[in-house]
T-cell receptor
Framework: GENVEQHPSTLSVQEGDSAVIKCTYS??????FPWYKQELGKRPQLIID?????GEKKDQRIAVTLNKTAKHFSLHITETQPEDSAVYFC?????????????FGTGTRLKVLA | DVKVTQSSRYLVKRTGEKVFLECVQD?????MFWYRQDPGLGLRLIYF???????EKGDIPEGYSVSREKKERFSLILESASTNQTSMYLC??????????FGDGTRLSIL
């Protein structure tokens, strides 16, 4: 079946360093890729997303890259800060009758060490 | 700002009970979703609905049912709760081809 693999499951970086989280999807028809951040005890919140007609998207310290040929996409966080510590989820989806049904990765717990 | 409200943050029920989890959104979204979140497994889709009275199975529908009688409300029902349904349940909503917005979650314990 369709699945999304996410690596690493945990990641520790020093404050100010960069963090990269990678996801690989199986369904070549997937065309929308959101990233969610979930802080402890809180709801997942969308931080950035990318559609299949774009190779890269950036929003301040956060960027996402997409390689459709290889079916993988990555989240890049530069100049990490302690408040970036959270669990990050990637998802791959395709539109079916106007609905994006997500397949989520298993999550990456990012710790930014001060 | 999108508001997705789940009726309870914490819930404790007994094996065999019928359990209702309620979710309400205030943005007139067509699509609503129920997920369960377990450590190491990420978020897994249980059911979703793209219109009133319409529902589709997700990846793990066994042991669950749903109801969507009004556009703003999507209910998840555990017909006969079992201990393996102890989990965090997350509701989400979205408009057509737009990102999903999540509620705060309900941590359900089945004893």
């Amino acid at each position: 079946g369709e699945n999304v693999e996410q690596h690493p499951s945990t990641l520790s970086v020093q404050e100010g360093d960069s963090a990269v989280i990678k996801c690989t999807y199986s369904d070549s028809a997937s065309n929308y890729f959101p990233w969610y951040k979930q802080e402890l005890g809180k709801r997942p919140q969308l931080i950035i997303d990318i559609r299949s007609n774009v190779g890269e998207k950036k929003d301040q310290r956060i960027a996402v890259t997409l390689n459709k040929t290889a079916k993988h996409f990555s989240l890049h966080i530069t100049e990490t800060q302690p408040e970036d510590s959270a669990v990050y989820f990637c998802a791959a989806s395709k539109s079916t009758s106007g609905t994006y049904k997500y397949i989520f990765g298993t999550g990456t717990r990012l710790k930014v060490l001060a | 700002d999108v508001k997705v409200t789940q009726s309870s943050r914490y819930l404790v029920k007994r094996t065999g009970e019928k359990v209702f989890l309620e979710c309400v959104q205030d943005m007139d979204h067509e699509n609503m979703f129920w997920y369960r979140q377990d450590p190491g497994l990420g978020l897994r889709l249980i059911y979703f609905s793209y219109d009133v009275k319409m529902k589709e199975k997700g990846d793990i529908p066994e042991g669950y049912s749903v109801s969507r009688e009004k556009k703003e409300r999507f209910s998840l029902i555990l017909e006969s709760a079992s201990t393996n349904q102890t989990s965090m349940y997350l509701c989400a909503s979205s408009s057509e081809n737009q990102p999903q917005h999540f509620g705060d979650g309900t941590r359900l314990s089945i004893l």
